[in-house]
């Protein structure tokens, strides 16, 4: 009768055993973005639904922070479970939640309870989705592809947010928002129903310790737990900052630059294209043998001088100059903590468990960034005040990824190739 292992760093299947399924990683970035396209459908109508609707900055605030606040009660079951009983159930409840919830929607935009209870089930589709997409692209991918899996799954937010933002400028100037929702609801079923069958055969369930797959986290050292739990610490840090940024980014465009609806949507879209783009080059830096932890504290404290500097961004060069060099930490950001688990628990283990953990702490920080911005602008009056709040935050996490470094080191592990 088999026993049940010890402890141990490197448990799982041998790498590279199955050749790359590229369906399987493109299917696994398609769940992702199809859960961002959800989360972004709304900042790009939100002055128009702000004025139609009168909601006020802080309801609008608690519209995207909902997502999180589900994600945050959910993500760590959510993995488990995942990664025990398979993702095709798991998938179907999302379409459920993702297609219900913008039907609310498009029934009640004007009730403020409803369109929490709408944007509430829609957060739960997204929590798993945020789950599921990672899951499916990084056990798609062999060894030698792993890193550049992960690299095409850290675009899933920037993706979704570009998709979102090119079916929502054809209605910018009229400010109808309705065909938005329609759109997202189309795109549930086709990518859901695309995904059900890779989802089963490249994500089994795990009845048992005996079955393949990622092993459970209870089989690794403390050391490797509580460096998960700093991958997460970071997470949230960094969510918090970038998550303001992107919630408010638009309102801020029309406020402050004085832009029209349609002109911000397309300066709104240019640090989401740099943050996809940057997300493969950060993949291809950790495929190169770039360690990982002196590569996230690069690309943050890139992003804090853009917020340290906000006061001093005037002018149009310089304001388009400090989206581009937010966009380019921004996107390697995402790749290095998408990455974490591999990292720490070996690329075979980076399953549902582990990234159940890493998104609780983004759920966290997208709680906080969208409703922490409005409260801290009341207070400070102007915009550029804002900047040296979220740089300090974005710093902090800077700091947290060399800690990161110490406890790679002390763990035998720096790097991902």
Sequence with gaps: MPTKPAPTDAPGAAPGETPTSWLGVALGLSLGALAAYHFFKLPPVLPFLLQQYDYGLFAAGAFMSIYAAVGLATSVLLGSRLQRYGMPPFLLAAALFLIFGSIITLSAPENIALMLLARGLEGLGFAVLAIAGPVL??????????????????????????????????????????????????????????????????????????DGGPAPLRDFSRHKRLTLVLVAAIFTLWSTEMFAMLTWLPQYLVDVRGLGA?????????????????????????????????????????????????????????????????????????????????????????????????????????????ILLPPILLALGAWSAVGPIFGSICLAAAIAALGLGVMLARGGRATLS
């Excluded at 095409?152 to 309705?178: C, E």
């Excluded at 938005?180 to 048992?208: D, E, K, M, N, Q």
Aim: include cysteine.
């Design 137 to 210: 692209a990084s056990a798609s991918a062999s060894h030698r592809h792993k890193t550049i899996a992960i690299a095409i799954i850290a675009a899933w937010i920037p993706l979704g947010q570009l998709i979102a933002l090119a079916v929502a400028h054809p209605f910018a100037g009229s400010g109808d928002w309705r065909p938005i929702w329609w759109v997202g609801i189309g795109l549930t079923v086709i990518i859901i129903a695309l995904a059900w069958r890779t989802g089963a055969r490249h994500v089994p369930r795990r009845r048992g310790v005996t």
């Design 262 to 370: 349609e002109a911000a949507i397309l300066v709104y879209g240019l640090p989401a294209l740099l943050v996809l783009i940057f997300n493969l080059v950060g993949g291809f830096l950790l495929r190169a043998g770039v360690p990982l932890a002196p590569l996230l504290a690069f690309s943050l404290v890139l992003q804090a001088a853009v917020w340290f500097l906000l006061p001093h961004l005037n002018g149009a060069l310089y304001g388009l100059a400090g989206l581009v060099v937010f966009g380019i930490g921004a996107g390697m950001t995402p790749t290095c903590l998408f990455a974490a688990p591999g990292v720490i628990l070996g690329p075979a283990n980076a399953g549902g468990s582990a990234f159940g953990i890493i998104m609780t702490g983004r759920s966290t920080g997208v709680l906080l960034g969208p």
